[in-house]
C-alpha cells in the first residue's frame, strides 16, 4: 500500500507487498525490498538499497547525506540487508569517498529510537543498539552485539561479535570478541549469559573465560596475550577469533 500523501522518485524501485505510510518520502536512486514497511514520515534518500522485510518507523532518516564536513556531494551509498527493525527518530547516513564509500547494515538487527549510524559504519547481524547509542563515522560493529541504552563509539572502533556494551558506556578503543563492557568502559568478563542463550556448550564458554583471564587478567601485554592465546587455542575456532581480533587491533583494546 502506498499512501496517497507519500512522495516517490520516479527511479525508485519498489519490491512486491512494500507499505509506504503517510507523508514518507523517497528519493531518487533508492531500492526497497519485497515485504518492507515504512511506516508515516520516513525519509529515505541517497544511494540507498534495502533488502526484504525491514520495518522502518516513524521519522527515521535512512541513507542522507553525512555530516563528515569534508563530503562534498560525492555519489556514496547505504545497504542494508533483511529483516532489520529501525524504531523512531533513528538516523543512518551514506559513507564518504574517504573510506570506501558505503555504510553497510547486515539483517536481523534491532535499531532502537533515536540511534545514530554515521557515515561509513559497518554492523553485522542480530545485533541490538538500544535508545540513544551513537555510532562515529567509520565504527565496526560483528554479529550477535548489544550496545545498551546512551553508549557512544568513537570513530574507528571496532566492536568484535557476542560482546555485550554497558547502558552509558563510551568506546574508546576495540572491543573484543565476547567481553562485557561496563558502563564505566572498563571490561568486566564475558557475555557469558549470551553465548548461552546461543547456543555455545560449556566447555566453549569456558575456554573463552580461560582466554579473557590470559587477555586481562595474567598481566600480559597485548602482544603477549596473542602468543599465548594461540599456543592456548588448539582447534578452538573462538580463543583463535579473538587472539586474530587483538592482533589486528588498529586502536589498541578497551584495558
Keep these: 500500500m502506498i499512501h496517497s500523501t507519500a512522495i516517490i522518485h520516479p527511479s525508485v524501485k519498489l519490491g ?22 515504512l511506516e508515516s514520515h520516513v525519509v529515505v534518500k541517497g544511494k540507498t538499497t534495502m533488502g526484504k522485510g525491514n520495518h522502518i518507523y516513524q521519522f527515521a532518516s535512512v541513507g542522507e547525506d553525512c555530516q563528515d564536513k569534508k ?26 569517498v574517504q ?12 535499531l532502537m529510537c533515536f540511534v545514530h549510524v554515521a557515515h561509513d559504519c ?5 545485533s541490538i543498539l538500544a535508545t540513544g547509542a551513537t555510532l562515529a563515522g567509520h565504527v565496526r ?26 547502558g552509558g558506556a563510551i568506546v574508546l ?19 557469558s549469559e ?15 573465560k580461560r582466554s579473557y583471564k590470559i587477555l586481562y587478567r595474567n598481566g600480559n601485554r597485548a602482544i603477549e596475550a596473542v602468543e599465548k592465546l594461540k599456543e592456548f ?23
Excluded at 99 to 110: A, E
Aim: proline content about 3%.
Design 233 to 255: 587455542a588448539g582447534d578452538n575456532q573462538e580463543v583463535k577469533q579473538l587472539a586474530d581480533f587483538v592482533a589486528n587491533s588498529s586502536r589498541g583494546i578497551i584495558r
Design 16 to 37: 512486491t507487498n512494500v507499505s509506504v505510510g503517510a507523508f514518507c518520502l523517497i528519493g531518487a536512486d533508492v531500492s526497497i525490498g519485497d515485504n518492507t514497511v
Design 141 to 166: 560493529i560483528g554479529n550477535w552485539v548489544i550496545m545498551g541504552g546512551l553508549t557512544a563509539a568513537h570513530q574507528f572502533c571496532h566492536i568484535g561479535d557476542h560482546s555485550f556494551i554497558g
Design 71 to 96: 563530503y562534498a556531494g560525492e555519489p556514496t551509498e547505504l545497504i542494508m540487508g533483511d529483516n532489520n527493525i529501525i524504531r523512531e527518530s533513528v538516523t543512518i547516513h551514506r559513507g564518504t
Design 122 to 126: 559497518v554492523i553485522g547481524d542480530n
Design 99 to 110: 573510506d570506501k564509500g558505503v555504510t553497510k547494515i547486515g539483517s536481523n538487527n534491532l
Design 194 to 208: 549470551g553465548l548461552r542463550r546461543r547456543g555455545f556448550d560449556n566447555e566453549t564458554i569456558m575456554q573463552i
Design 173 to 191: 578503543a576495540d572491543v573484543p570478541p565476547f567481553v562485557m563492557l561496563g558502563n564505566d568502559s572498563v571490561p568486566r568478563g564475558i557475555n
